[in-house]
């Protein structure tokens, strides 16, 4: 028996609801699993470079609109809410920045006193231990020479993570003291004379609790610039260094 010819609309149609399908549970994964982005600075620099790929954990911290896409005004306030960690990597959308998304460390908690004297950072009057690893010389994103100091900082709680100095008198290394407010978190980023950050009250500020979205987890693949000059693993000029390492 011959075959009836297979219709050109039907094809179509099947073909639209197995996108639609796939449209549907690419925004439940994203929107209650994980979210991807991508570092688009330097700010983050060692532990984030640019170009890198990142998984964001929304189920870390709860829901609320900025869960969604497009920010539906639903959810104001956070459920299935969990509180940051010090030492977390979190992104966070600011409505007051124009809804730009950005991610920096967790530094301070809610009644935290922090400060900044000559590049050294303070959490309720007592200095955080830096260990000097190494002097480094890159190429930034934007083209600079750069030389920095590496060093490894130990939060306290225990949480070791490494930071890129340039200098230690830079415009952000003397600080007022910051109180944080209760809901509240203080953020920096790990390249601390390279990061707009909570130190700049009329800019990020201190972040509220219902405006971070994540955390970070791990990369997942990166289009890291290999001729920065940094010691990442890159044969072929593909950063293979950069792929899959947990944060």
């Known amino acids: 028996m011959d075959k009836e010819p297979r219709s050109v609309t039907g094809d179509l149609i099947t073909t639209l609801k197995d996108l639609a399908v796939i449209a549907f549970f690419y925004v439940v994964f994203t929107t209650v699993g994980w979210a991807s982005f991508h570092i688009p600075s330097g700010s983050m620099e060692p532990t984030l470079e640019v170009g890198d790929r990142i998984f964001v954990s929304k189920f870390s911290y709860g829901y609320n609109r900025f869960s969604f896409y497009f920010d539906p005004p639903i959810f104001e306030e956070k459920i299935f809410e969990s509180k940051p960690e010090r030492g977390d990597v979190a992104v966070f959308t600011l409505p007051y920045k124009d809804y730009t998304d950005y991610i920096k460390r967790v530094i301070g908690l809610p009644g935290d006193r922090i400060q900044m004297k000559a590049g050294r950072l303070y959490i309720n009057g007592k200095v955080v231990k830096r260990t000097y690893v190494r002097d480094v010389e890159y190429t930034s994103y934007n ?105």
Not at 144 to 171: A, M, Q
Not at 199 to 210: C, H, L, N, Q, T
């Open 143 to 247: 083209g600079f020479e750069l030389r920095v100091k590496e060093y490894i900082e130990e939060l306290p709680g225990g949480v070791k993570h490494r930071i890129y100095e340039r200098t230690d008198r830079g415009r952000a290394d003397d600080t007022p003291l910051y109180v944080v407010p209760e809901g509240h978190y203080f953020m920096m980023g790990d390249n601390r004379d390279g990061s707009a950050d909570s130190r700049e009250m009329d800019g990020i500020g201190f972040v509220a609790s219902k405006y971070i979205v994540g955390r970070a987890d791990i990369t997942t693949f990166s289009l890291y610039d290999c001729d920065q000059g940094k010691d990442v693993y890159c044969p072929a000029g593909i950063p293979l260094g950069r792929f899959f390492k947990g944060l």
